[in-house]
């Protein structure tokens, strides 16, 4: 009942930067968490940043002090801004809604993910 589209994606030379959006649609429940994680060949999904419909944010060590994570929740949609780019960033990234919802009368936990977009860093 929720779809993420994720755009800016693309080819950056180390050093650079970028800025992804995730445009959430559907039936999006006011309290939320957004978030981007990011998975490498041969490697597991791992988080990258969260931020709650609140503001309050988290990241991964990995980003500290490189990325922000922001979102507009007029527009719901999160951005994550990506500096200082590292070939190490390289990694398709996602974006994730979670949401506790109200349906059918039963409240429950939902999770979502966009489709992704590939961040290549390389000279």
């Known amino acids: 009942q929720v779809q993420l589209v994720e755009s800016g994606g693309g080819l950056v030379q180390p050093g650079g930067s970028l800025r992804l959006s995730c445009a959430a649609s559907g039936s999006i429940f006011s309290m939320n968490t957004m978030g981007w994680y990011r998975q490498a060949p041969g490697k597991e999904r791992d988080l990258v940043a969260t931020?709650?419909?609140?503001?309050?944010?988290t990241y991964a060590d990995s980003v500290k002090g490189r990325f922000t994570i922001s979102r507009d929740n007029a527009k719901n949609t999160a951005y994550l801004q990506m500096n200082s780019l590292k070939p190490e960033d390289t990694a398709s990234y996602y974006c994730?809604?979670?949401?506790?919802?109200?349906?059918?009368?039963?409240?429950?936990?939902?999770?979502?993910w966009g489709q992704g977009t590939q961040v290549t860093v390389s000279s």
């Open positions: 994730n809604l979670v949401q506790v919802a109200r349906r059918d009368g039963v409240w429950r936990s939902e999770n979502y």
């Open positions: 931020i709650t419909s609140g503001g309050s944010t």
